[in-house]
């Protein structure tokens, strides 16, 4: 069958007219680019003095040094070298399914909904390929970020092994974050709306600066955090950074100190750690962490802890850990909620992770 010269010009227009919703969309998605991504780490572990009576437990929970998370990481250019950004991270238990971060952590975390899905992060930015980004939303604090760098594995998600996250807070609602870098030098200030009427309560501010270049990394950061009923000022001054000797060896040093303007509590940490590849495939990591806690005769403690890993890679993406950690707290440092009794604890650890 034959189709006369107008037949076909209407059929070609009809078609044209049937794909232009479709070029839209796909010229649309073409100038945003999206990015999926996200870690499962499932840890099963064995810890001593859980119990009231000091009993040990067995857990499967979520990762020890990598929190399990989906994400969602946008970009659009939006010409003259801007962008803007947006990134969207939920937290989950692989062990159960259930939400990590979704309670609102009260005071110097600030509060907020008393459930939320996005709770490791979520918020929106312009990004210039001069150096500099400005960032709206719940936030990592600029402390969390530079003590990153003065441990071998970063901020530890669990509890156990974490001592500087304990003291600066890992994340906030309602921050404000500018940040530029200049060559080699990243220089950052944020601020943490409290949003209480006729108050500051729960405002905060941060300022940090790093470097890095070749087998050098260092970080700074002064962190002043409010609760929320503006009765307690603690502020957190950080300093330390890693350096590669070699190819398969990297040492990791870090101190802060931290301290209360109603209480007299004072807080001095320092750590030191390193990370060795073995072989290509495994690498063995060794850490320790003090905290000694003073400012009176009931306050006077310490808090020790140490962890060796080993961690086997068998791809790009996927390996397998195993943990052994120890903690003891001594004096008056208050017993962490981890611990059974005041004394010592014990941990040892198997773990499969995946990133994606």
């Known amino acids: 069958m034959t189709h006369s010269p107008f037949t076909r010009g209407l059929?070609?227009?009809?078609?044209?007219?049937?794909?232009?919703?479709?070029?839209?969309?796909?010229?649309?998605?073409?100038?945003?680019?999206?990015?999926?991504?996200?870690?499962?780490?499932?840890?099963?572990?064995?810890?001593?003095?859980v119990g009231s009576d000091g009993a040990s437990r067995t857990t499967l929970e979520d990762g020890i040094f990598t929190g399990s998370r989906l994400g969602f990481r946008i970009r659009e250019d939006l010409?003259?070298?801007?962008?803007?950004?947006?990134?969207?991270?939920?937290?989950?238990?692989?062990?159960?399914?259930?939400?990590?971060?979704?309670?609102?952590?009260?005071?110097?975390?600030?509060?907020?909904?008393?459930?939320?899905f996005w709770g490791r992060d979520i918020h929106i930015g312009l990004r210039s390929s001069a150096g500099w980004g400005l960032t709206l939303g719940r936030q990592y604090t600029l402390a969390h970020q530079m003590a990153a760098r003065f441990q071998p594995q970063g901020n530890p998600n669990n509890v156990a092994l974490s001592v500087f996250s304990s003291h600066h807070i890992a994340r906030q609602d309602n921050v404000l974050k500018f940040d530029i870098k200049l060559g080699g030098v990243e220089l950052a200030v944020s601020r943490t709306l409290g949003e209480v009427a006729d108050s500051n309560g729960s405002d905060a501010w941060a300022v940090s600066a790093?470097?890095?270049?070749?087998?050098?990394?260092?970080?700074?950061?002064?962190?002043?955090?409010?609760?929320?009923?503006?009765?307690?000022?603690?502020k957190i001054v950080g300093l330390g950074g890693n350096y590669k000797l070699a190819e398969q060896w990297a040492l990791f040093a870090g101190a802060m100190r931290r301290t209360n303007e109603t209480s007299p509590q004072t807080n001095k940490v320092w750590t030191l750690g390193a990370n060795w590849q073995l072989l290509p495939a495994v690498t063995l990591t060794a850490a320790y962490l003090h905290d000694k806690q003073g400012g009176s005769s009931t306050l006077e403690g310490k808090r020790r802890v140490s962890y060796v890993s080993a961690a086997y890679a068998f791809s790009k993406r996927s390996d397998?850990?195993?943990v052994v950690d120890h903690n003891r707290i001594d004096g008056g440092y208050a017993k962490p909620a981890f611990m059974g009794t005041t004394g010592s604890q014990t941990a040892y650890t198997l773990a499969l992770r995946h990133k994606f």
């Open 11 to 49: 059929q070609a227009a009809c078609l044209a007219g049937a794909m232009l919703p479709a070029l839209c969309v796909a010229q649309q998605a073409a100038a945003s680019n999206v990015t999926i991504y996200g870690i499962v780490d499932a840890a099963a572990r064995r810890a001593s003095n």
């Open 79 to 116: 010409g003259g070298g801007l962008s803007a950004q947006v990134l969207m991270e939920s937290g989950f238990d692989p062990s159960n399914g259930t939400s990590s971060q979704a309670s609102p952590q009260a005071d110097f975390g600030q509060v907020a909904a008393a459930t939320r």
């Open 210 to 234: 790093g470097y890095g270049a070749g087998p050098v990394q260092l970080g700074a950061y002064v962190q002043q955090l409010k609760n929320v009923a503006d009765t307690e000022e603690r």
């Open 320 to 322: 397998a850990y195993a």
